[in-house]
């Protein structure tokens, strides 16, 4: 179940991040999608790696022993935990972030159709999206 929670934050926060860049885009002028994308997945990379290291320091401070054949039952809670209650309470500050997230659909709509007029070289008006420029 957790796995299908982490593909949708992935999936969703690629979404939100290309319109951002087209946010960015109509505001400055410059497509930054690629140096974008870059830094996003930077630290993706090093999301994973710094979680990696703070579930070893999460089962070294819980009593785990790797010469053990039997851990410990703190070790064996810190193994539940950080497959249930964590990553749900991580996955509903992340709801809340996103829930929280100003670009709307009906926002990057009328971004959009402002867009091409600006291309267009015709007059247009940001009133209807002007809180996310």
Known sequence: MAHFGIIS???LSYNLLYDTCEVYEFRCGEMLTGV???????FIKLGKATALQ???LILEARGYQAELAVQPDSAKAAVTDM???IPGV???LCALVIWRYPITREKFQAMQEAKKLKLAGQNYSTEKFEDIL
Not at 36 to 42: L, V
């Open 9 to 11: 934050f992935l999936v």
């Open 83 to 85: 497959s249930s209650w």
């Open 36 to 42: 974008m994308i870059s830094y996003f997945s930077f």
């Open 90 to 92: 991580l996955m509903l």
């Open 54 to 56: 703070v579930v070893g």
